[in-house]
Each structure stands twice: as structure tokens, then as C-alpha cells.
């Protein structure tokens, strides 16, 4: 045992007692347990020990096809009363869920182990951190926690020994049944149940679980957010850091845009760009008034097909050592990992995600993919290249910009700012995107979600955009500026217009010269647009002052559609929130029916 903490051991006994495992194992985090660990799991065959030479550190690791995605249909906010889960969230009464979850944890150990891991959320020591504790049959999982949080007995030093001020997570891969899966949080009871599962996002309960879903509702009580958001630093040739947190929803270029290598216009002034995060951000007004950003994370958790050395060496570097990838293809010939677009060819000698060895040439010829779309990495973030100087700092960095940003093909342009908080919190609000491969379900189908957070508010969407306004007050004139951003706009061809990846960075320095009054800008029904002229283009090919004229383009029409759209439009999906709706949103739509109507 590592702590004397009575709230933890008797909670932890409390575990034990329902799922009786045959042995407990507490993590202190040791590079000697953990190499045990790692041992135990390449000889069960639950990990592959990778190529030590060309891939120092790395595990492999396969799902059950079943299990390759977040399972949104059978992720619960369990609060006591049905509003305050809100019209977003599948909620059951928490006795209830408890009455039927109880039955399904007892005796789900006997004849396996359970390992107990305690773990921080934010650097250890920050006023910003958070404690958890996850008890898991999962060797993959203790694993995964080491790479994506500070795991281990330190952990506990946060907590001290009378506090009860920690996550409680309870997993267990049980069958692996997707019948009887279930990822629930009960916000009151600062608890967490996850069974059935063995898939990241449904098992690191750190993550979204905890980090977004139960941190989203912390936030709101405790005068702070948890957002989807990556965070990212532009150091200019003076070095001067100005920061960016971003909300795309998953799938949709977080990671990229976090670890970006400036275009060779940027580089040869001396311009650089630093990753603090690229999934979450928890954020809170600092001693100055301004918003402050730490990464609760230590890791990352991302989507490897795609990344490769142009789109995003950082990342690929990154997964170089001391990384577990998940649901990628096997080369067999010198036991490396492949995925569609690492690079042009794909092994010949491979085995697919599923574990079937074949002749990769040939099946991806007909069309197959070797590895799945949401296959992953997860890599320790101090192996970036681009890593933050701050990434540890406890006081997080200051925020000058928030971006807003989904996958639209048409309808949002390249990028737009809004008129101030309280409009940004509207276009925050109004986001929609196609859907990714990050959850199980269709994929491409545009749906509504509001902050890229649709999947991870812990509470009623409609006092959620409330805590934003409601932030927006504290921070007053310090606030960061609120933009929205659009990468994915596509040609009649269906081709993306926008080069994206690295370039995205032409449209960040807009931001930020917006952010420091240096640039004028258009006013549209929108919001501010760029002066076309003001988006650097220098260098880039087939991009020309028309391209960006074009993606800049406001369509009335196709905007009046999103909002009076049967089912899937604004307005329909305000209606959802009945008096949650905060006033403030219903007169922001008012003004942009209105502003639409008047540009017609
Ligand atoms: P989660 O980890 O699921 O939250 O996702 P994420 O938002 O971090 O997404 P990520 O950066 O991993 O990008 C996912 C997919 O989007 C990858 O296939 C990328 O290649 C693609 N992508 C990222 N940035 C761009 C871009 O600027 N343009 C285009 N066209 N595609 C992009
Ligand atoms: C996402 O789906 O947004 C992710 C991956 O970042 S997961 O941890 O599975 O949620
Ligand atoms: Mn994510």
C-alpha cells in the first residue's frame, strides 16, 4: 500500500470486495514494476514486444474488433436529477445504474489480478492538479496510465492523507462484451465505471472520463473549464511566446495543429512553435486576470493513420521510443508498425489490425485498410521534439486565443473572428462537424457538436454555455479573443482546398495579429473576417489571392440552412434545451438571423 489515506483504502477495499480479484497490485510507478509488467504481457501474448533496435520501448497491442472506439450510445452522466445530465447525455438514476452496474463488477476478477493506479492529472505539485485513483484487470491499461499521466506514488502526495478529493475509476475488461459495455459518470459522486471495454478512451479513465466529463462539472462549481482543446505556443524571432488553445472535435486536427512545423517563410524568420497539449486543456483565470492553460495529460494519445514525416514529423518522431501503439498494422519483416500513409508502401509481408497476416501490396490494392482508422499511439510527451518549455509548468501558460473548428465541406470559412466573448461563446455553441472514426458509428455525417465537447460535458449543455459567459464576465477585458477555423472546405471535386497541416500556421498569425490589434479586419454577418490580402500565402503552391477569397466566402443561403434545418439545424438543437438555453444564446442566434437576413 501506498498511502495511508483512509478514503483510498477503504474505497479500494470497498473494489476489491465487489470484484474479488485473486491478488491486488498497487502501482508505485517503478521502472522494476513496470518492466514486470511489461514482461508478464508480451509473455501472455497481450502485448507484442516491437522491433528493440529500430523501435527502443515499444509494445503492440490489438483490440477486439468490437472494440476499436469510444461507444457513445452506451456513455452515461449519471446525476441525480435528469436535467442536469441534460438533453446531450444518455443518463440512468445512479442507484439504478449502480443496481445494474454491481452485479456485473461482482466476482468480474476472480482468477486476475487488480492493479491500483494512483495518478495525477496536471503536473505534480500544480494548483491546478487533480488526483485519481483507477482500479483495472488491465495490464495494457497500467501501461497506457504510465505514458498518459503522472502515475505512481507521487500521485498520492498531492492527495495527502485525510483528503477525499480524488476520481474514483473502476475498470474491468470483464467479456469484453459489446452488450453489456458501459462507460458511465457520476459527476456527484466523483466516480467513474467502465466495463466490458478495453479500447483507450473507454479504459484510461484519466482522459476523457475524468479530464473532460467529471473535470467539466468540477470546473463549473470551482470557477474553471475543462475544454477538448489542444494547446499550442508561437515564439516569435524576438522570443516572445503568445499561446493558442484550439477545440476541434476528434479526429479533426488537434494533434497536428499542436506539433506544426512552420512554413519555410515563418522558420527563416526565426518563428517556432511549442505543444503544451493536444486533446485537453484545463483552464483557469491566474493571479493577473488573464486565463491559464495546463495540459492535465502527460502523453499522447494519438491517431496514428496519417501522421507521417511531411504531415507531421513531430508527432512520428514522437512514437520513436517508449510507445505502445494500438490496432496498427505489423510489418513483418523487420517487426516495425505500418499505417495508411505513413508512407507509400505498405508492407508486403504484413498483418492487418484484425491479426491476419497478408500481403499488404495486394490488400490495400482492393481497397482494405492494414490498419483501422482509429488505430493509435500513445506517446510520452517529453519524447516531442516540440515539447514546451512549459509543459510543466504548474502555473500553466497564458491564453491570447481560443479557436473554434470542426470539418465542414462547405458553410464555415477558412477562418473567422468572433465580435467578442459572448459571440465567441455563440459560435462556440453553433459548431457542427462530420463525424471521425474516433467513435463507433457512421462516419462523414454532420452533427451539432458544441465546443467539440458533445461527447465529453459532464452536465447540461445549456449551464454550460452559461459557465462560459459566466467566465467570460470574470475575465472581463483579459479574455482571450474567440475565432473559428475551417480546414476541411472541399472543391467540387470533393478535394480539400486548403493545404492545412503546417500552412494552418498562416492562419494563426492572422489570429494572433488580430489578438495584438495589428490587423484590420471585414466585417461580415459572421463575425470579423481577414482582408484576403492579410493571409500570407507566400510559398504556397496553386493557393492564390482568389483561392483564399473563395474559402473566405460567406454563403447566405447554406448558413440560413445550418440554422432553420429540420432535426439537425441551430435552431432545432437549441430547442432541446428548453430554459436551459441561456437568453444571452437565443438573442446571439436572434442577431445572426437578423445580420443573415439583411446581407440577403
Ligand atoms: P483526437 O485525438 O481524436 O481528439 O483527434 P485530433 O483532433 O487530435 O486529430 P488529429 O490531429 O489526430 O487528426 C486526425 C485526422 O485529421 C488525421 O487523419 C489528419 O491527417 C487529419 N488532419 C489533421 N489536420 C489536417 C489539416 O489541416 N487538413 C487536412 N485536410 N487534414 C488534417
Ligand atoms: C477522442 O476520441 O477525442 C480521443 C481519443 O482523443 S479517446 O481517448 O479514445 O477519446
Ligand atoms: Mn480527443
Redesign the pocket.
Known amino acids: 500500500m501506498l498511502t495511508n489515506n483512509k478514503h483510498v483504502l477503504d474505497w479500494v477495499q470497498e473494489m476489491v470486495d465487489l470484484c474479488k480479484p485473486d491478488k491486488v497490485e498497487w502501482i508505485d510507478g517503478s521502472e522494476e514494476q513496470l518492466k514486470a509488467l511489461r514482461d508478464e504481457a508480451i509473455a501472455t501474448g497481450e502485448m507484442i514486444e516491437l522491433n528493440q533496435e529500430k523501435l527502443p520501448g515499444c509494445l503492440y497491442h490489438r483490440t477486439k474488433p468490437n472494440d476499436v472506439?469510444?461507444v457513445e450510445d452506451r456513455t452515461f452522466i449519471c446525476s441525480k436529477k435528469k436535467e442536469d445530465a441534460g438533453p446531450t447525455n444518455n443518463w440512468m438514476d445512479p442507484a439504478e445504474m449502480h443496481a445494474m452496474l454491481n452485479p456485473m463488477y461482482d466476482g468480474v476478477m476472480k482468477g486476475r489480478t487488480m492493479y491500483v493506479i494512483p495518478y495525477s492529472m496536471g503536473p505534480i505539485g500544480s494548483p491546478l492538479a487533480k488526483v485519481g485513483v483507477e482500479v483495472t484487470d488491465s495490464i495494457y491499461v497500467v501501461l497506457n496510465m504510465d505514458i498518459m499521466t503522472r502515475m505512481g506514488k507521487q500521485a498520492f502526495e498531492n492527495l495527502g492523507e485525510t483528503s477525499d478529493d480524488f476520481v474514483r475509476g473502476l475498470h474491468s475488461k470483464a467479456d469484453v462484451d459489446p452488450e453489456k459495455r458501459y462507460i458511465v459518470q457520476f459527476p456527484e459522486e466523483n466516480t467513474i465505471c467502465s466495463i466490458n471495454s478495453a479500447?483507450?478512451?473507454?479504459v484510461?479513465l484519466g482522459?476523457?472520463c475524468f479530464a473532460l466529463r467529471i473535470a467539466s462539472y468540477q470546473g463549473k462549481n470551482e470557477g474553471w473549464m475543462a475544454e477538448?482543446m489542444l494547446i499550442l505556443g508561437i515564439e516569435n524571432p524576438q522570443g516572445e511566446t503568445k499561446y493558442i488553445c484550439a477545440a476541434f472535435?476528434?479526429?479533426c486536427g488537434?494533434t497536428n495543429l499542436a506539433m506544426l512545423i512552420p512554413p519555410e517563410i515563418y522558420k527563416n524568420q526565426g518563428y517556432k512553435v511549442w505543444t503544451v497539449g493536444d486533446?485537453?486543456a484545463w483552464l483557469k483565470p491566474g493571479p493577473d486576470g488573464r486565463l491559464y492553460a495546463i495540459n492535465p495529460e502527460n502523453g499522447f494519445?494519438?491517431?496514428a493513420p496519417g501522421t507521417n514525416l511531411k504531415s507531421n514529423p513531430n508527432a512520428l518522431h514522437t512514437t520513436e521510443k517508449g510507445t505502445i501503439f494500438t490496432n496498427v498494422a505489423i510489418n513483418e519483416d523487420n517487426n516495425t508498425v505500418w499505417w495508411e500513409s505513413l508512407d507509400k508502401n505498405p508492407p508486403v509481408h504484413a498483418i492487418e489490425w484484425k491479426g491476419e497476416h497478408v500481403n499488404g501490396v495486394e490488400y490495400t490494392a482492393a481497397g482494405n485498410k492494414l490498419a483501422h482508422p482509429?488505430s493509435?499511439f500513445t506517446a510520452p510527451a517529453k519524447n516531442c521534439p516540440c515539447v514546451s518549455p512549459e509543459f510543466n509548468n504548474p502555473n500553466g501558460v497564458p491564453i491570447s486565443a481560443i479557436v473554434f473548428g470542426g470539418r465542414r465541406a462547405k458553410t464555415a470559412p477558412l477562418v473567422y473572428q468572433s465580435f467578442d466573448w459572448k459571440h465567441g461563446t455563440f459560435v462556440g455553441s453553433i459548431m457542427a462537424s462530420e463525424t471521425?472514426a474516433?467513435?463507433a458509428g457512421a462516419v462523414g455525417v454532420v452533427r451539432r457538436d458544441p465546443m467539440?465537447m458533445l461527447?465529453?460535458c459532464g452536465y447540461n449543455m445549456g449551464d454550460y454555455w452559461q459557465h462560459w459567459l459566466d467566465m467570460g464576465e470574470i475575465l472581463g477585458d483579459k479574455a482571450p479573443k474567440i475565432f473559428h477555423v475551417n480546414w476541411f472546405r472541399t472543391d467540387d471535386n470533393g478535394h480539400f482546398i486548403w493545404p492545412g497541416f503546417g500552412d494552418n500556421m498562416r492562419v494563426l498569425m492572422w489570429i494572433l495579429a488580430r489578438c495584438a490589434g495589428e490587423v484590420d479586419a471585414v466585417k461580415t454577418p459572421i463575425g470579423y473576417e481577414p482582408k484576403p490580402e492579410d493571409i500570407n500565402i507566400e510559398g504556397l503552391d496553386g493557393i492564390t489571392l482568389d483561392t483564399i477569397k473563395d474559402l473566405l466566402s460567406v454563403d447566405v443561403a447554406s448558413w440560413e440552412d445550418d440554422i432553420y434545418r429540420p432535426v439537425t439545424g441551430i435552431e432545432a438543437f437549441y430547442a432541446k434545451f428548453g430554459d436551459k438555453l441561456p437568453a444571452e444564446m437565443k438573442k446571439q442566434l436572434f442577431n445572426l438571423k437578423v445580420r443573415l437576413a439583411v446581407a440577403e
Open positions: 472506439a469510444r479500447y483507450g478512451g473507454n484510461l482522459k476523457k477538448h472535435p476528434s479526429a488537434k486533446d485537453i494519445f494519438g491517431v482509429n493509435r471521425t474516433a467513435a467539440a461527447p465529453f
